[in-house]
């Protein structure tokens, strides 16, 4: 059964980046909207971007981290890249990538956790000094 693996996390400074990989264990990833979830210490897990796998693969992302945060696939290697710059300490917990078959409508990402049909384990980010 194909599966997604994120990797990528890790303990980083304020300010400092990090790019996570969400990884698909067999061929197809450009079938996949991958939506990328956040889940603080504490806190429910939410919504921060997403990638459609539409003609026009357009990505949308939280207003908590629009303009830093960008998101790129690479079909061939079966990868969708999450690039986290200028992190703040509040960015924290674990991220996790979901997929869902859908070549037609828009990811979602905000209240969307159902959408999706398959989900990574995480990984962990840490932002602090």
């Known amino acids: 059964q194909l599966q997604l693996v994120e990797s990528g996390g890790g303990l980083v400074q304020p300010g400092g980046s990090l790019t996570l990989n969400c990884s698909l264990s067999g061929f197809g990833m450009g079938y996949y909207a991958i939506g990328w979830f956040h889940q603080a210490p504490g806190k429910e897990r939410e919504g921060v971007a997403c990638i459609s796998a539409t003609r026009d693969g357009s990505a949308h992302f939280a207003d908590s981290v629009k303009g830093r945060f960008t998101l790129s696939r690479d079909n061939d290697k079966d990868a969708v890249y999450l690039q986290m710059n200028s992190l703040k300490p509040e960015d924290t917990g674990i991220y996790f990538c979901?997929?869902?078959?859908?070549?037609?409508?828009?990811?979602?990402?905000?209240?969307?956790?159902?959408?999706?049909?398959?989900w990574g384990q995480g990984t962990q980010v840490t932002v602090s000094s």
């Open positions: 979901a997929g869902r078959v859908e070549l037609f409508k828009q990811c979602v990402f905000a209240n969307g956790a159902e959408w999706y049909k398959k």
